[in-house]
């Protein structure tokens, strides 16, 4: 249930075509999966958001940064079978009036929902279905409907992506749940990201806003590189106070174990991210350490995740160290390579500036496996950072997977 | 003949089984294609280069990058099937002695020979094999030994890729020469890309070190993204006067001429890079005008000819539009969606902030030719560049091709 496993938060989903609307259907196909979802908090929440980087962003990323300025938010209503992306004025008013149909429906303000698309960019919402969609999922909010919202909103996705953490807080029990959806393929930044993050925690109003971008960078920002990012990436945390703890105020020890709560559920959503790459079949996760700074370590990081020749070799279970290293020279992190000491599942494949005897069988076992731990030492300073990617199969990697064997 | 072109230039080339060599194997493999080739020059050459920004730089660039300054450059040697690179020490000893074998062979010192190779990283070039193949290359230069050369360097290339200019100055023909080797796949910077370009032309001493950057800025760097590169990448320019024409100095309108006829060389290398792509069956070439800059304008151009959303709808003959827009406001260029005129094949499809009714079977019959042509006018200032790319396969495809359809 996720997004609704926290107190006083339902959830609904309807079918409403409106991937086939927007391609011209005059009618709903049959089958058709649910594509509206509506997430509806009983109370006000503190709420905040990071949003694409893109220069073109969405009419919704507009509307939310706005509606999200009140913060007052209750509900947040998501579509999926268009972006409403590069849709001009049209576009705006499309947003708007999802929320506001939305709030009708809740007896909200329009101000109190937010909103997200993802699917084709540059055609026009089909509002028709998209009113009819709105209406059934608000008449199906229940504490039980966060999986079928989670299913909702999936598009190239394989796999609904959810999950779910309890901390204690001034001894009361405050839980978190978590949705979201995109496929980490090969430029994972580049298909929609959408990510919901609900608590029942009580924190003073604001609060989220001040840690928002530090959870986001932990998680999100490591499957999905900054600055790269498609027109309608979104991350959302809103907490409802319904746990009844004293509210949370930044910069107490409650304040880190909540922050600690949220981005474990944040990094978890991301890992699935990455672990449903499209053709995937394993998750590459990336540590460094003795980075010159935790930015630096989240760059070095990111790099080797999602570098298509660490991918294929790993893909054909080839111990080609050489590109790791590689991607860690391009990535723009300071790097002394008599320094580097690279890791693969615990063995040590290059240090002191060179190659070292390995098992190499052991290596390419290591490859195999469904998780796949790359390890990479900097030696210059406090920064540290994880990264998650998938494996690349097909005819890249026929060509390039066996390019040292 | 391509780098032999030029007056006083001669090349050979020899298989010595480098790879196989790297991998372990005991002899030569039959019908081993030959894997290292010498170029040269009767005489000194007024010579510059531009080298790989990756953090991790084989041994060769360092080894290059200090002959250069010499700059009495006479030979090239260069290798395929081993990088050189992540070797340590060795990889330096090795490097300088690839120079050192071709100098004594050529009757040069060893800072007139610059030294490149390409393929796996992290092994120790077998040297045995490198000396036998710098003795044959050597003993088998012609002037009809281009082509040979071109070959020699191939990796995961399907062509030899070499071109050829003639331009006047001061009354005298002045020819132009160059072949490459590099693949422009998913990550087209990502495998290594090895650049020649030689000319007879005179020059005054240090010329052309004044403009292969910008040569390198108009062709090269618009198929491979600066800061993303191998470690083994390289562009060299060398001109050795033979053809007598009175030196060439900067800032005249004969530098102009020369550097427009070099500039033209490395466009047509750097496209046929692009038309080779890994399984790519179309050359994409995307043309940006009214950038804020030409820098801004190198970028966004980049930014669409290496997305793969993009080019897998240009595969799928799918004229989603909407993934070029995205990918120029991603691109880091200043974008002013309002501004933006985007067409394909010179049907415009997006402009004043919404796309615009277009033959979509027309735009999708453009997408099928060999090449496609990709324009944006961001309406911002003066500056303009071209970027070219490739489309996109296989499962990837799969996924991505039908998203609008």
Known sequence: MAVTFPRGWRAGSAACGIKAFTAGASAIPSGQKDDLAVVFSDRPCDAAGVFTTNKVKSATIVIDQLHLRQNRVQAVVINSGNANACTGAQGYKDALQMAKLTADRLDLDPPQVVVSSTGVIGRYLPMDAVKTGIAAACASLTEAGGEGAA????????????????????????????????????????????????????????FLSQIVKRVADGSFNQVTV????????????????????????????????????????????????????????????????????????????????????????????????????????????????????????????????????????????????????????????????????????????????????
């Open 151 to 206: 299913k909702a909103i999936m598009t190239t996705d394989t796999v609904p992506k959810q999950s779910t953490g309890v901390v204690q807080i001034g001894g009361v029990e405050v839980r978190v749940g978590g949705m979201c959806k995109g496929s980490g393929m090969i430029h994972p930044n580049m298909a929609t990201m959408l990510a919901y993050v609900t608590s029942d925690a009580a924190v003073e109003p604001g």
């Open 226 to 405: 900054d600055g790269d990012s498609s027109t309608n990436d979104s991350f959302l945390v809103l907490a409802n106070g319904a746990a009844g703890n004293p509210p949370v105020a930044a910069g107490t020890p409650e304040a880190e174990a909540l922050e600690a709560a949220l981005l474990a559920v944040a990094r978890d959503l991301a890992r699935q991210i990455a672990r449903d790459g499209e053709g995937a079949t394993r998750l590459i996760t990336v540590g460094v350490s003795g980075g010159a700074s935790s930015e630096e370590a989240r760059m070095a990081a990111r790099a080797v995740a999602s570098s298509s020749l660490v991918k294929t070799a790993i893909h054909g279970g080839d111990p080609n160290w050489g590109r790791i290293v590689c991607a860690l020279g391009y990535s723009g992190a300071e790097l002394a390579i008599d320094r580097l000491e690279l890791s693969i599942a615990g063995l040590t494949v290059f240090s002191r500036g060179a190659g070292q005897p390995v098992d190499l069988d052991a290596v390419r076992a290591a490859f195999e496996q469904p998780e796949i731990l790359i390890h990479a030492e900097l030696g210059l300073g406090e920064g540290s950072a994880e990264a998650w990617g998938c494996d690349l199969s097909e005819e890249y990697v026929r060509i390039n997977a066996d390019y040292t064997t």
